[in-house]
């Protein structure tokens, strides 16, 4: 059973670093790009970053670039997110995201992904 077990979040303050790990419970989607959504409230939800099954790929959100690190460890079947110099503005429920179809671009639309974890709240205090 495909499960997504988001774990990492937390509060710090401006400047501060987290990160984030996601684990594939089921060891389902090794073979697929995996990433991370975001939505803070009252707004829609924000691609952050995704990862191709090899982890020769990624693409990130514009707002992110520099600062997050998406990585994958197959064998371990997670996905992490590494967060540094946050911001108020990057606080949100992160969601652990799998694009589970046939697609083998890295895509930067929330659209996409059809596979969701429970999320994970990211407060970065100022």
């Known amino acids: 059973q495909a499960h997504l077990v988001e774990s990492g979040g937390g509060l710090v303050q401006t400047g501060g670093s987290l990160r984030l790990s996601c684990a594939d419970s089921?060891?389902?989607?090794?073979?697929?790009?995996m990433g991370w959504i975001r939505q803070a409230p009252g707004n829609e939800r924000e691609f952050v970053a995704a990862?191709?099954?090899?982890?020769?790929?990624?693409v990130y959100a514009d707002v992110v670039k520099g600062r997050f690190t998406i990585s994958r460890d197959n064998a371990e079947n997670t996905i992490y997110l590494q967060m540094t110099s946050l911001r108020p503005e990057d606080t949100a429920v992160y969601y652990c995201?799998?694009?589970?179809?046939?697609?083998?671009?890295?895509?930067?639309?929330?659209?996409?992904?059809?596979?969701w974890g429970q999320g994970t709240q990211v407060t970065v205090s100022s």
């Open positions: 995201v799998v694009d589970s179809g046939l697609n083998t671009v890295v895509v930067a639309d929330p659209a996409f992904y059809d596979v």
């Open positions: 089921g060891r389902t989607f090794s073979s697929k790009t």
């Open positions: 990862i191709n099954w090899s982890g020769d790929r990624t």
